[in-house]
């Protein structure tokens, strides 16, 4: 039996909200996230017909509310599905895609590389003499996903639409269909234009969720909000969407102020605040209410952050203080950290940009420290790893060519031996055009005493599809025997996070899943492995979103920093510095204990001003 004796009493209302749709305003260490699993809980618990999808925005959130939902209950919630919007948009072009020409094995591109190879394809076919940037083109592509752009006529997040751009970016969607492979933009895009143009299947889908909630909906871009709204279409519809407006700040991806305007234009919601910090002290929510106050866009109605317990101990003011350079700033955080006598892992090195974070990392590393940037990468660096996951690509895709060639140079990788894939190809004629068949025959013929590795890849992805037993005895120590000595440490850490996410897998899917679900929540998840136990974090403010530590050094506070020199172009009083200033106030309100300002009088060879922000909130510095 779920209770409710630990809420206040909003979150209690939230909790037991059944009146139609409901927009949650929940401040920072408001608890949000367990209001939010305690509701879908409580609607399975009473309710044998309900079935709720919840969605969010990073897998971590997604596995951690499948994991309160599964400890409330009791047992597996198979009536909930708690993903990520391009979870759901992949397992929903992966049911219906081919009313759009797309594959249900369709696979994601997580590689600029792949991306690079199919525009270049499309651009070959154009007259246009388009700029020679092609990132940057790729870029634009993304900002009209983000935008659900439908391909005529002028865009609404770009300034300018220059005339051939309606044409590339038709033929790139095209291609991407016809070689049936999407990038990440593309799954929300075409999951919204799959349940727009095909009424039957939108109608299929809703009727799977009974309820539908939203975490950090402040953060969606116009592609995520259109696929919410052909999810849930009736302004009376049972929605349940958690939002802070003052934690916006994903805007160069599409999120914007604007979003809570539509979702109060398209639903009859009622509204439900819960102001009180349960992680803050009373210092850190005044001078974060001192600096989001000078933000003019904001919910008008919307209620200060308070303190849960206002009697709750500090351990120390707000430190702000200056050094001659970015280097002793490094220094200084190193020091303090040390004379403080606190453990690295409750600490964390928050800065505006990665440059920034990167360099005081090389300086705490010099230090002694043992540094941790968290970077995003989409595939295991690993040979080991790699050969196994596009063996199983394989396996899934036995006629994929660009597989075939990628599994070529893993093995290549990994061995040393060559397999030529044009060869593997004419041979897989013998063997109805199984490419894998055929490579572990021509692998086989060369081995060079990987004969044990291709024996397994033979028996379990080849002769018989047990996917589910490999990976299992490779993730359980298998892998070691396909390691070399001079790489074990790296391969290790790969192999921990890859079980990581194996388990994630599971759990949301069941025993049962199949392999071409498998690799496809396997693509869509960041291979970087987790920090190690006593590791210095050092962090972005827009990676650190929805996190908390005890400790925290927002370094950086300088006048065209942070604030950023191209928000202060754009004016004092521009959309652009009120993010820069919601960034601040998402940095400022991770904190648990204490918070440590610092700044260097000069960045990257140039003199700065201090930050406007640190004046804002009231915080002086020491020099």
């Known amino acids: 039996m ?24 929940a401040g920072p260490g408001s608890g949000k996230t367990g209001v939010l699993t305690l509701r879908v809980a409580r609607l399975l618990e009473e309710n044998e017909s309900a079935s709720v999808l919840a969605l969010t925005f990073t897998n971590k959130a997604a596995t951690e509310m499948r994991e309160r939902v599964h400890d409330l209950l009791e047992e597996r919630a198979d009536r909930a599905q708690l993903c990520t919007f391009h979870s759901f948009a992949t397992d929903v072009l992966a049911q219906h895609g081919s009313h759009l020409g797309i594959r249900s094995d369709f696979r994601h591109l997580v590689r600029d590389e792949d991306r690079m190879a199919i ?20 870029h634009v592509i993304d900002r009209l996903f ?15 639409t220059p005339a051939w751009l309606p044409t590339l970016y038709r033929r790139y969607c095209d291609a991407l269909i016809d070689a049936n492979r999407l990038d990440f933009g593309s799954l929300l895009c075409f999951a919204g234009r799959l349940l727009r143009e095909k009424p039957a299947v939108a109608r299929v889908v809703r009727l799977g969720w009974t309820h539908v909630c939203v975490d950090e909906f402040q953060d969606t871009n116009r592609a995520q909000y259109e ?37 109060r234009r398209d639903y009859d919601l009622r509204t439900i605040q819960l102001p009180e910090s349960y992680r803050c002290p009373p210092a850190i929510v005044a001078l974060a209410n001192r600096l989001i106050g000078h933000n003019t866009r904001r919910i008008a109605e919307k209620s200060i952050l308070a303190v849960h317990d206002p009697q709750q101990a500090y351990a120390g003011e707000v430190r702000y203080d200056v050094f001659p350079s970015p280097r002793k700033e490094a220094e200084f955080v190193g020091r303090n950290i040390r004379e403080r006598g606190l453990p690295s892992s409750d ?51 036995p006629h994929d060519r660009v597989v075939l060639r990628r599994l070529c140079l893993a093995w290549e990788g990994l061995t040393g031996v060559v397999v030529d894939p044009q060869s593997v190809e004419a041979a897989a004629a013998l063997f109805g055009g199984n490419f894998l068949r055929a490579w572990v025959q021509s692998a086989e013929a060369v081995a060079g005493g990987w004969e044990r590795a291709l024996q397994r890849i033979r028996t379990d992805l080849v002769d018989a599809l047990r996917f589910p037993a490999v990976v299992d005895w490779f993730l359980e120590g298998g892998w070691e025997s396909w390691d070399r000595d001079d790489r074990e440490e ?19 899917y069941g025993d049962g899943v199949t392999l071409n679900s498998y690799l496809q929540q396997l693509d869509l998840a960041s291979k970087t492995p987790p920090p190690a136990p006593d590791a210095l974090r050092c962090m972005t403010v827009h990676q650190a979103k929805g996190l908390e530590f005890k400790h925290v050094y927002l370094i950086g506070m300088a006048q065209e ?24 106030f998402v940095a400022v309100t991770r904190t648990r204990d204490t918070l440590t300002l610092t700044r260097s009088r000069s960045y990257y ?8 922000f640190p004046a804002e909130m009231g915080v002086a510095s020491r020099s």
């Open 605 to 612: 060879g140039y003199p700065k001003d201090p930050s406007q």
């Open 2 to 25: 779920i209770t409710f004796d630990n809420l206040n009493e909003n979150q209690r209302r939230a909790v037991g909200w059944d009146q139609g749709p409901l927009l949650v305003l």
């Open 227 to 263: 696929l919410l709204r052909l999810i849930a279409p009736t302004r009376s519809h049972s929605l349940f969407v958690v939002a802070d407006d003052d934690q916006i700040i994903y805007q160069w991806n599409g999120a914007s102020p604007e979003r809570l305007l539509d979702l």
């Open 561 to 584: 920093v942070f604030p950023s020199i191209y928000a202060l172009r754009k004016g004092a009083d521009s959309r652009q510095v009120e993010e820069e200033r919601r960034s601040c």
């Open 146 to 160: 983000s935008e659900s752009y439908a391909g005529e006529g002028e865009s609404s997040s770009l300034a300018a």
């Open 347 to 397: 600490c964390v090195v928050l800065g505006r940009t990665t440059r920034l974070v990167r360099n005081a990392a090389d300086g705490l590393l010099s230090a002694g420290y043992d540094a941790y940037v968290p970077v995003r990468k989409s595939e295991f660096d690993s040979p080991a790893a790699n050969v196994l996951v596009e063996a199983l690509r394989s396996a899934n895709s």
């Open 119 to 138: 525009l270049e394809d499309v651009i070959d076919g154009l007259d246009e003499d388009l700029p020679a940037d092609r990132k940057g083109l790729l």
């Open 490 to 508: 790296s391969t290790s850490e790969e192999i921990a996070t890859w079980k990581g996410l194996h388990g994630e897998i599971v759990a949301e």
